[in-house]
């Protein structure tokens, strides 16, 4: 069971996952031991529908949760469109602008 958490000090990378009704963004610690989950909703077309499950993932369990939602959204045989998970992109690090005009 994933533990309850607040946040992730010093998140290294993250990477995007898509279906077709959500988009899941992933972060991790440098070592890849805590994992966060933000989910955000792409079927709605004037509002930024944005789910933060508020847990902390070890890696096992986050690998665990990708294959059920891999598993839960493919398509039948035989449907057209899209299936299961797709990985969007990855990245590291973020950059932090702090608005103050310096550059």
Request: aromatic share 4%; glycine share 10%; hydrophobic share 35%.
């Given at each position: 069971m994933?533990?309850?958490?607040?946040?992730?000090?010093?998140?290294?990378?993250?990477?995007?996952?898509?279906?077709?009704?959500?988009?899941?963004?992933?972060?991790?610690?440098?070592?890849?031991t805590?994992?966060?989950?933000?989910?955000?909703?792409?079927?709605?077309?004037?509002?930024?529908?944005?789910?933060?499950?508020?847990?902390?993932?070890?890696?096992?369990?986050?690998?665990?949760?990708?294959?059920?939602?891999?598993?839960?959204?493919?398509?039948?045989?035989?449907?057209?469109?899209?299936?299961?998970?797709?990985?969007?992109?990855?990245?590291?690090?973020?950059?932090?602008?702090?608005?103050?005009?310096?550059?």
């Amino acid at each position: 069971m994933p533990q309850s958490a607040a946040t992730i000090s010093g998140i290294q990378k993250m990477v995007l996952y898509e279906t077709r009704a959500r988009y899941f963004l992933v972060g991790t610690n440098q070592a890849q031991t805590k994992h966060r989950v933000l989910k955000i909703d792409r079927t709605e077309p004037k509002d930024l529908v944005i789910i933060d499950d508020k847990h902390v993932y070890s890696q096992q369990e986050v690998r665990e949760l990708l294959g059920r939602l891999d598993l839960g959204n493919r398509t039948k045989i035989g449907q057209k469109g899209s299936s299961g998970l797709s990985r969007a992109v990855s990245t590291f690090g973020i950059v932090v602008s702090a608005g103050d005009g310096k550059t």
